[in-house]
């Protein structure tokens, strides 16, 4: 009976681990003053938490014309966000403070 209970325990654990891992969202680091990694591919008609850590010394602003999301990252820190659910396709984010940081959602 407790070999049954340990297999059945473990199976709800297996099952159950991808819910948490999309739970988890996905992580955007600013690390001298570019994105990484730099292209993120999420899916489709789907909402998507994004966690936006600024490893630099500076203040950024994760921004978005294409998704609507504006965010200041203080040194240090993070920003959490939700996006979506969007359509396939490629959509653009920058640091405003920093034009020439930018990455991409890559929507699947």
Known sequence: MNRF??????????LATPA???????VIAIKDH?????????????KVKLIVR???S??????SVEFHREKVVQPGGEITLF??????G???FFDDFHPDTRGHL???
Do not use: H, M, W
């Open 54 to 56: 600024n490893q630099d």
């Open 83 to 88: 996006v979506g659910p969007l359509e396939p």
């Open 5 to 14: 209970c340990l297999l059945a325990a473990l199976l709800v654990l297996c």
């Open 90 to 92: 490629r959509y653009e």
């Open 20 to 26: 948490v891992a999309d739970d988890a969202g996905v």
């Open 34 to 46: 570019k994105f990484v990694p730099s292209e993120v591919e999420i899916p489709a008609g789907k």
């Open 58 to 63: 500076t203040v950024s602003e994760f921004e």
């Open 106 to 108: 890559v929507v699947k």
